[in-house]
T-cell receptor
């Protein structure tokens, strides 16, 4: 399956610390996207990185992509309690719908 | 706020019944995708509609069906409900069928008893 798989499944950190989540996938991709979901709500798009990009920033978010290793990481710097949510990666392989992983549940403790 | 609205927000049905979920896409978007998300899992692709035609389907049985209307709003219909159909159903709209970012609604929480 070309589904992205996040690691770790769950992460608990103190406010102010950095949070790093990883995503691995199996096929070639056009782009990889990260989404956030607060409990029981819809997903919110965070950032999209294309296959020819290696790093992208958006505010406190930093995403890297290593196509040789078929992996991506999402770094949230200086985390806040409001960052508590589930984070999903999704891969676009061009001829299939966007496929989501099972997510990383992040808990930021104040 | 994404501009994608889903109704109803919550629904309780009994096994064997039928249900219709509705989604209004973001203005200017012509593509709607439906996802099923079981508790603790990632969203699973059900199907996508592009300009009123089904444009891809996931591993879901035929009792899951859909429609897209000329204004690009969409419906998801599920017949003969089973207990395992209990999940959060998410609608997402996008501009065109490509793999660009999706704009999700807040979902419909369906409970089948």
């Amino acid at each position: 399956s070309q589904q992205g798989e996040e690691d770790p499944q769950a992460l608990s950190i103190q406010e102010g610390e950095n949070a790093t989540m990883n995503c691995s996938y199996k096929t070639s991709i056009n782009n990889l996207q990260w989404y956030r979901q607060n409990s029981g709500r819809g997903l919110v798009h965070l950032i999209l990185i294309r296959s020819n990009e290696r790093e992208k920033h958006s505010g406190r978010l930093r995403v890297t992509l290593d196509t040789s290793k078929k992996s991506s990481s999402l770094l949230i710097t200086a985390s806040r309690a409001a960052d508590t949510a589930s984070y999903f990666c999704a891969v676009d392989s061009g001829n299939t719908p966007l496929v989501f992983g099972k997510g990383t549940r992040l808990s930021v403790i104040a | 706020e994404t501009g994608v609205t889903q109704s109803p927000t919550h629904l309780i049905k009994t096994r064997g019944q039928q249900v219709t979920l509705r989604c209004s896409s973001q203005s200017g978007h012509n593509t709607v995708s439906w996802y099923q998300q079981a508790l603790g899992q990632g969203p699973q692709f059900i199907f996508q509609y592009y300009r009123e035609e089904e444009n891809g389907r996931g591993n879901f049985p035929p009792r899951f069906s859909g429609l897209q209307f000329p204004n690009y709003s969409s419906e998801l219909n599920v017949n003969a409900l089973e207990l395992d159909d209990s999940a959060l159903y998410l609608c997402a709209s996008s501009l065109d069928q490509g793999g660009e970012k999706l704009f999700f609604g807040s979902g419909t929480q369906l409970s089948v008893l």
